[in-house]
């Protein structure tokens, strides 16, 4: 279905959850720029937030998040004395400017919390922004899910659900340190569903050590006959040069760049021959589900939290490492949770990286966004780039897009490669390619 042009696919590129992209994120922006920009958000603005959860039960070796064991109740507690204070803070610099349409909770894994600490987090962003019924939704991990969490998720009225499934195959699970029995699973969906859960998605990957298409296929066809509303089908990006639990992945085993490309390729023919709509080039989901309606509509979106239906232009994120995407600027937290706590529980923002974001910026944001979301892109704003056009022409010379005037268009068989497409676009892209990960 996908023809194959490695040198196409050859040079690392970002995921493009943002532009400019968290690479593109120094000191010289932060805390103040952040203030300044929540200060300047006019009454009634419609935004998301997302709530970082920093722990884990146990840490997965593939895993490049912000995550720690949850081996210490006090650190813990300590962790979720600052995120209030955070949350405070926020409130009172929006000052019920706000209209909070979206709460995400990630990590890390939510439910590695206690209970009665993520009730008082709902409760705590409910009552400081004066939220009625906003739409949640929680990523879980399966091995620390029980009835106690299915049935807190439906009082607080979660409606979204993502478990961490990964892969269903035992041997690649223990060479990934991720061992969960596929009952699990299955009760996992069952809790779920019986206790609200109407949008749930399943995070799987391909590109593992010892994975074949074979078994990706056995994979994909045990998980949709659990019924989920969506899945993410990921590469695995392996850089143990950054993230050093990897190495205890056996690096030998992975598949080859030949392979991964064959694995995406047959996982996407899989699961829209069962049914489902592809949504950008790693999400599916089936017909009646809101992201594949919003993907029709040409309402798909792209930010940190992946392709989704959130039509919110501001997402405000709290916690360690968290993200806020603002007018003119995109801020992160301090990545260290002590020093986090150190910061919030001081009185000061705890944003210490971020970028500025130009209106090219913002423009060039657009026309990636619109690659990515599988929309024509309308280049007419953008300035003469004579770079950009060079980069472009390979992919129009294989007939992977079309540009007619302005409007540039990929074909259907270009989605493997949205991501190094709309890197045409990129002015940053000075950066060395070990920064980023595999396009496919």
Same mark, same amino acid.
């Given at each position: ?71 210490? +109740? ?32 990630? !990590? ?57 499934? +990964? ?12 061992? +969960? ?47 989920? /509303? ?12 950054? @993230? ?43 017909? /009646? ?75 060039? !944001?657009?026309?990636?966004?619109? @690659? ?69």
């Amino acid at each position: 279905m996908w023809p194959y042009h490695p040198e196409l696919l050859a040079r690392p590129v970002p995921r493009y959850t943002s532009y400019p992209t968290a690479a593109e994120f120094s000191d010289a922006v932060g805390g103040s720029q952040m203030l300044d920009a929540l200060k300047a958000l006019p009454h009634g603005t419609v935004a998301s937030i997302y709530v970082h959860i920093p722990f884990c039960k146990d840490i997965c070796w593939y895993c490049g998040c912000n995550t720690n064991r949850n081996n210490s +109740q006090s650190r813990v507690s300590a962790y979720l004395e600052a995120l209030e204070a955070e949350i405070d803070w926020l409130v009172r610099q929006v000052a019920g400017r706000v209209e909070l349409g979206r709460i995400s909770f990630g !990590g890390g894994s939510p439910n590695a919390l206690d209970p009665v600490g993520f009730v008082r987090l709902v409760d705590r962003i409910l009552t400081g922004f004066g939220a009625a019924r906003p739409e949640i939704s929680v990523e879980l991990d399966p091995r620390t899910f029980d009835e106690g969490w299915a049935g807190l998720l439906g009082k607080v009225g979660a409606e979204r659900a993502s478990l961490g499934v +990964q892969t269903l195959d035992p041997g690649i699970q223990a060479a990934i340190g991720r061992v +969960q029995p596929h009952r699990m699973i299955v009760d996992s969906v069952k809790m779920l569903r019986d206790n609200g859960i109407r949008s749930l998605n399943f995070d799987l990957m391909y590109g593992l050590p010892g994975q074949t298409s074979g078994i990706l296929a056995r994979t994909l066809d045990d998980a949709l006959a659990m019924e989920p /509303d969506r899945i993410a089908l990921f590469g695995y990006a392996h850089v143990p040069h950054i @993230i050093p639990r990897q190495r205890q992945i056996d690096g030998t085993a992975l598949p080859g760049v030949d392979e991964r490309f064959a694995q995406a390729a047959d996982g996407h023919a899989r699961l829209v021959a069962a049914g489902m709509e592809a949504i950008g080039f790693d999400h599916f989901a089936r017909p /009646d589900d809101p992201l594949a309606i919003a993907a029709r509509e040409g309402r798909l979106r792209r930010n940190f939290q992946g392709f989704t239906d959130d039509p919110a232009d501001v997402l405000l994120g709290v916690g360690a490492t968290a993200i806020s995407c603002l007018p003119g600027v995109i801020v992160q937290n301090e990545k260290n949770n002590g020093r986090y706590q150190m910061r919030v529980l001081s009185g000061q923002p705890a944003a210490t990286l971020g970028v500025m974001r130009s209106p090219e910026d913002s423009e060039r !944001g657009l026309v990636i966004e619109d @690659i990515l979301c599988g929309r024509p892109a309308d280049l007419s704003q953008l300035p003469a780039d004579s770079f950009a056009e060079l980069r472009l022409k390979p992919f129009i010379t294989a007939g992977l897009c079309d540009l007619e005037g302005s409007v540039l268009r990929l074909a259907d068989k270009a989605v493997p490669y949205a991501r190094a497409i709309a890197a045409c676009f990129d002015s940053y892209r000075a950066g060395g390619p070990s920064r980023f990960s595999n396009a496919v």
